[in-house]
């Protein structure tokens, strides 16, 4: 029962699960503060081109085990030396066992051979088994987090993928007040 990394595109067959899976996330995790869920994780999921998650500026890598797809993500770039982590997710049942974890290190390792030095990524509010995998994998949170989860629009983190625990690299990636929730 071994996994393989498999480096490929969103338009791969076997990302299908992976796509439609974030997407029913979305729209559950979120439907309290969305009046259109689904048709808003649907616009999310479809943001992107599959062009900006491949090489040379991006990634698109799956986890399979025994012909399943597990898990997997995404990068693009941010700018010419942040790559952004997109999509990162693992099948429901098989949580908790690390396969986010190695998401997360198999693109930052795909981010440095292709030239970046740092990474971006944004996550929702109601995700905190997000947070904590980032905070775990050394990334800095870019959010006051003296506030309230819910009234950032995004919860930023970043990590210099040279020196994982310098943080001054990462200033232009904080969040601003523009990014705060107007309710």
């Known amino acids: 029962m071994s996994t393989i990394v498999v480096d490929t595109t969103p338009r791969d067959p076997r990302a299908k699960p992976l796509l439609d899976a974030l997407q029913w996330e979305y729209a559950t995790r979120?439907?309290?503060?969305?009046?259109?869920?689904?048709?808003?994780?649907?616009?999310?999921?479809?943001?992107?081109?599959?062009?900006?998650?491949a090489p040379p500026e991006g990634a698109f890598i799956l986890l399979i085990r025994d012909g399943e797809t597990i898990g997997g993500g995404a990068f693009k770039r941010y700018d010419a030396r942040t790559a952004e982590l997109k999509?990162?997710?693992?099948?429901?049942?098989?949580?908790?066992q690390g396969l986010a974890r190695r998401v997360v290190q198999e693109l930052e390792l795909r981010a440095l051979e292709q030239g970046y030095t740092r990474v971006y990524l944004t996550?929702?509010?109601?995700?905190?088994?997000?947070?904590?995998?980032?905070?775990?994998t050394g990334y800095a949170k870019l959010f006051d987090s003296a506030l309230p989860p819910e009234?950032?629009?995004?919860?930023?983190?970043?990590?210099?993928?040279?020196?994982?625990?310098?943080?001054?690299?990462?200033?232009?990636?904080r969040a601003k007040d523009t990014d705060l929730a107007t309710r």
């Not at 309290?32 to 599959?50: H, I, L, N, V, W």
């Not at 996550?123 to 775990?136: D, H, I, M, R, V």
Request: net charge negative; hydrophobic share 35%.
């Open 87 to 96: 999509r990162i997710w693992t099948r429901d049942d098989l949580r908790r």
């Open 151 to 173: 009234v950032h629009v995004h919860l930023r983190f970043g990590k210099d993928l040279l020196e994982p625990h310098r943080t001054g690299t990462l200033e232009d990636l």
């Open 123 to 136: 996550t929702g509010f109601k995700q905190p088994e997000a947070w904590a995998l980032y905070e775990k």
């Open 30 to 53: 979120y439907e309290d503060f969305r009046k259109d869920g689904g048709a808003a994780a649907a616009q999310e999921m479809s943001r992107y081109p599959a062009e900006l998650f």
